[in-house]
């Protein structure tokens, strides 16, 4: 072995003995908590010299509060909140992309509805009036079709667990549930997609892989142990695209329920279709462009902020994951 291959060897062994720790919040039912189990389950942290120490709180609201205090450094939250908490004056970025937009429109599967055009005056369900997915549908359809679904059809806020049960009723035409309801209601074969997230940011110009969710942390935390967290994500991620007994240890441990295992399959590719593959300046502008879009719609009202701040996001992070 050459002098050089030894040094860098000696070198990188002595970077991860020099162990790191991170604290993190997790949000009750966020699947973050899925990705920290992957770590433990595959020994990830102790492979990068990283030590993760999670909490569990019962509401987005309270892990919010803990990113705030300092009690923990790490959370998973959109791209709407990093900004509001460094408006407020909380040290915060958000440092890496931790999920894509991959919701969609939902009707039953013998529904006459067909296109955008076809929800012109139809009964709507969304989880609320600020969801992202409902706000790129009314830009869409005023942009393509010259009508606002919020003024010219019957949206309702729904429960997103409740959207399939209407719909069965026939108290809802359409809906735009959260993602994982939505693979498991096609997986049950009487729900079809009508359009997805992806497929509305493409008719609306933009790239399909505009991140929703981010990895926000505090400023103040140890640089290399974000480096390290980072990559923990990125490696438990690729390898629970390919075991499925992690999928099974993430029900056993009651982290996520399924009232029907056969789902199974249809909720991890949907989950696999959510991962971030780039984050660099492109990123940025095209979420500059989404933020813009949305806020021609709906207004700093409904979209919860004025403009679209890069200085809330870093890719200083993303060379080193390369």
């Not at 791209?79 to 429109?105: H, M």
Request: hydrophobic share 45%; net charge positive.
């Amino acid at each position: 072995m050459r002098w050089w291959m030894v040094g860098l060897l000696v070198a990188g062994s002595l970077v991860w003995a020099q162990e790191k720790s991170v604290r993190v919040g997790l949000q009750a039912g966020g699947t973050l908590s899925w990705v920290i189990l992957a770590m433990e389950r595959f020994g990830v942290g102790k492979e990068l010299g990283l030590e993760v120490k999670a909490t569990t709180y019962a509401s987005k609201d309270a892990n919010r509060l803990a990113l705030r205090s300092g009690e923990v450094q790490i959370v998973v939250d959109d791209f709407v909140e990093v900004q509001l908490l460094r408006d407020r004056g909380f040290p915060v970025q958000a440092i890496y992309p931790y999920s894509l937009l991959t919701g969609g429109v939902a009707v039953p599967a013998k529904s006459p509805i067909q296109s955008l055009a076809d929800l012109k005056g139809r009964s709507i369900g969304t989880t609320s009036l600020t969801d992202k997915t409902f706000l790129m549908l009314r830009a869409l359809c005023i942009r393509k079709h010259g009508f606002d679904p919020l003024q010219q059809s019957k949206v309702s806020a729904v429960g997103s667990p409740l959207m399939a049960e209407l719909m069965e009723r026939g108290q809802l035409e359409a809906a735009l549930p959260l993602w994982h309801h939505l693979a498991r209601m096609q997986a049950t074969g009487q729900y079809r997609e009508l359009l997805s997230s992806a497929t509305i940011l493409r008719e609306l110009g933009l790239p399909t892989d505009v991140p929703l969710l981010f990895i926000i942390a505090r400023e103040d935390a140890d640089p290399e142990a974000l480096r390290r967290f980072l990559r923990a994500v990125q490696l438990a991620s690729e390898r629970m695209k390919q075991d499925s007994a992690i999928w099974e240890a993430i029900l056993e441990a009651r982290l996520y329920a399924l009232p029907d295992k056969s789902q199974l399959p249809a909720l991890r590719k949907r989950w696999e279709s959510g991962l971030p593959q780039r984050w660099d300046a492109s990123s940025l502008i095209s979420l500059r462009l989404l933020v813009e879009r949305l806020l021609a719609v709906a207004g700093p009202e409904i979209v919860g902020i004025e403009r679209f701040d890069p200085r809330a996001f870093s890719t200083q992070f993303a060379v080193a994951l390369r």
